[in-house]
């Protein structure tokens, strides 16, 4: 039963943290909290700041360093050196993904915020947050 119990914290824990996106100012997660340090580094390696990229979206490709990528489902067993990434453009959640390289999907024509987290393995942000983000032109 406490098993049960740890599971349903968990997934209600994830779930919080990435179920977004339905606002354009919400945020994947809504505080950090007591949350871990990381010791992964991340930046956007492209596209660069200012850059006009095509309506049709761009790929968002990421350095990290000092942690790893992990795949599979979220889980509460939370280290500083594992975790994926988030992607927001303007403050929307677009993907949770353990890839470097990920699609915005179709931009609107105009100024966007892109913006990548490396996030804890339950899809909760570490303390302080890894985030990089970049201004580009769509159009």
């Known amino acids: 039963m406490k098993r049960l119990a740890v599971l349903s914290v968990g997934l209600s824990l994830a779930f919080a943290a990435c179920g977004g996106g339905s606002s354009p100012t919400s ?6 909290g007591s949350r871990p340090t990381s010791t992964g580094k991340i930046a956007i390696v492209s596209p660069t700041a200012g850059q ?15 942690a790893t990528l992990v795949q599979g489902p979220a889980t509460t067993t939370l ?3 594992e975790g994926h ?24 024509a ?10 804890a393995n339950d899809h909760g942000p570490f303390n302080p947050r890894v985030i990089a983000q970049v201004t580009v032109r769509a159009g």
């Not at 945020?27 to 950090?32: C, I, M």
């Not at 006009?52 to 000092?66: A, D, N, R, Y």
């Not at 105009?110 to 996030?119: D, S």
């Open 79 to 81: 280290r500083p050196d």
């Open 52 to 66: 006009t990229v095509s309506t049709k979206g761009v790929i968002v490709k990421v350095s990290l360093e000092g």
């Open 85 to 108: 990434m988030h992607l927001l453009v303007d403050g929307s959640t677009i993907t949770l993904t353990g890839s470097l390289e990920v699609p915005t999907g179709p931009l609107t």
């Open 110 to 119: 105009g100024t966007h915020l892109i913006e990548v987290e490396f996030a």
């Open 27 to 32: 945020s994947p997660t809504p505080s950090v």
